[in-house]
């Protein structure tokens, strides 16, 4: 019997250091710097000194900091719910049917992911414009031209305008993640649980659901850590206005660094994030394990 001939370890080695060191370039060295620079006090991009935690106790003083994380979890919540809620109702729609138009359907949905963030920001603001934009319109014309505002002019509507992009942009990366998990259950299993009398929704709440638990969670840490770090939907969308209402954490770290030339508690901040990021993933794992303990 012929047996699969594996690479020598060198191999893999050779094979994985490019990528390693893109990795550390990209990643860790710009997070090492974050946190090193963030220890010192910038006058100008030459003149610095240093200050210990003293950009950290300015910051959990900072009100800005506390009403961008405010709009950065109100993403991250929102963000759960419709993108992957709303991916994982397509995903077991498409999963069940196999016909062309499913797949179809599946590169449809998923383009928008393809598409910059920028242009997804600027596309938005035509479609919320409220002079010319294609919600207008649509109001007008069906009578309820009462109902046109500036959205992206008032602090009560700014961030539910602002998740929709996000949650168009992303719905497909989702889509595609909990289809290919959801491939992967044996088909059998539904087929005994329609002759068992089992509706579609049974079927996605306790089959689907409990299979691809691992898969969720995968789709969780990512949606988390990309509203986190959003920055050029609200970069183009609002810039963070009106006033200061939809202005999240990256985007306040960035206007601190090269508006301001603070280089160090603009650092702070994007720490901070880091942060606020690595917990919310503890959380979300341990709510995780918790629900498997109960099964």
Not at 91 to 105: D, P
Request: aromatic share 12%.
């Amino acid at each position: 019997m012929n047996r699969a001939i594996r690479p020598k370890k060198g191999v893999f080695i050779a094979y994985l250091i490019p990528c390693l060191c893109i990795y550390i370039f990209v990643f860790i060295v710009p997070a090492a710097a974050s946190i090193l620079l963030s220890f010192f006090k910038f006058s100008n991009i030459r003149k610095f000194s240093f200050i210990g935690l003293q950009n950290y106790l300015t910051l959990i003083h900072d009100p800005n900091v506390w009403i961008a994380l405010k709009n950065n979890l109100f993403l991250v919540g929102v963000s759960l719910i419709g993108q992957i809620g709303i991916a994982f109702v397509l995903a077991c729609i498409l999963n069940s049917s196999k016909t062309i138009l499913a797949g179809l359907s599946r590169t449809v949905i998923y383009f928008p992911v393809t598409i910059s963030a920028v242009v997804i920001g600027y596309v938005w603001k035509m479609v919320f414009d409220y002079n010319y934009g294609i919600v207008a319109k649509l109001l007008e014309f069906v009578g309820r031209s009462d109902l046109i505002a500036p959205w992206l002019g008032q602090e009560s509507t700014v961030m539910l305008c602002v998740c929709i992009p996000l949650i168009w942009q992303y719905v497909g990366f989702h889509l595609v993640i909990l289809v290919s998990a959801m491939t992967s259950i044996d088909q059998d299993i539904y087929e005994s649980s329609s002759i068992d009398g089992a509706g579609a929704l049974q079927k996605a709440v306790y089959i689907t659901l409990p299979m691809i638990k691992n898969t969720l969670l995968i789709c969780v840490f990512l949606c988390i850590s990309a509203n986190m770090k959003v920055f050029d939907h609200i970069m183009t969308l609002t810039n963070g206005g009106p006033g200061f209402a939809s202005n999240v954490l990256a985007l306040y770290a960035y206007n601190v660094s090269f508006s301001q030339m603070n280089m160090g508690y603009g650092s702070a901040v994007s720490v901070f994030i880091l942060a606020i990021t690595i917990l919310l993933f503890l959380l979300s794992n341990g709510v995780m394990a918790v629900g498997k303990k109960k099964e």
